[in-house]
C-alpha cells in the first residue's frame, strides 16, 4: 500500500471533488432559475468590463424596478466587447430582479459545461488513485 498515492486519492475524491459539484451545481440553479423565471429586456452599460470584472448594466424590470448591477461572469472577451451607454440585451430572474445575465454571453453555459467535465474527470482519477494505493 502506497500511503501518498492512497491519501492523495482520498483527497481528490473527498475535497476536491464535492467543491467543484458544489460550484457546477451553483451555476446550475443560478441559470435554471434565470431561465425559468426569466425575462428578456434591453439593458444599457453604464461602466465597461475591466480586469476580471464583467460591465456594469443598468435595467428597469418590467414592474418599473431599477437595478443597476455588475455582471457576475467575466471572460477576458468582455474587455471592450460592450461599450459605455450600449444598449444590450439581457435576462433577468422575475423572482430574483437582481440576478441577470447577458443574452449574447456563452460564459454561463460554458462554466457549468467545463466544471461538470472537471468533476467527472477529478472523480474518476481519485477513484483510480486510490485504487492503485491500495
Known amino acids: 500500500m502506497d500511503n501518498s498515492i492512497f491519501l492523495t486519492g482520498i483527497i ?8 467543484l459539484v458544489y460550484i457546477t451545481s451553483t451555476f446550475k440553479r443560478y441559470q435554471s432559475g434565470i431561465a425559468k423565471n426569466g425575462v428578456e429586456i434591453k439593458g444599457v452599460v453604464r461602466k465597461t468590463a475591466s480586469a476580471n470584472k464583467g460591465p456594469v448594466v443598468r435595467y428597469v424590470t418590467l414592474d418599473n424596478k431599477e437595478f443597476t448591477r455588475q455582471y457576475h461572469f467575466y471572460s477576458s472577451g ?10 444590450i440585451s439581457i ?6 430582479p437582481k440576478h441577470f445575465w447577458i443574452v449574447s454571453d456563452k460564459t454561463p453555459q460554458r462554466v457549468i ?3 461538470t467535465i472537471a468533476s467527472f474527470i477529478t472523480f474518476a482519477m481519485g477513484v483510480v488513485l486510490i485504487v492503485i494505493g491500495f
Open 12 to 19: 481528490i475524491t473527498f475535497l476536491l471533488f464535492p467543491a
Open 78 to 87: 468582455m474587455r471592450g466587447k460592450y461599450k459605455n451607454l450600449e444598449k
Open 91 to 96: 435576462i433577468y430572474d422575475a423572482k430574483e
Open 113 to 115: 459545461t467545463l466544471s
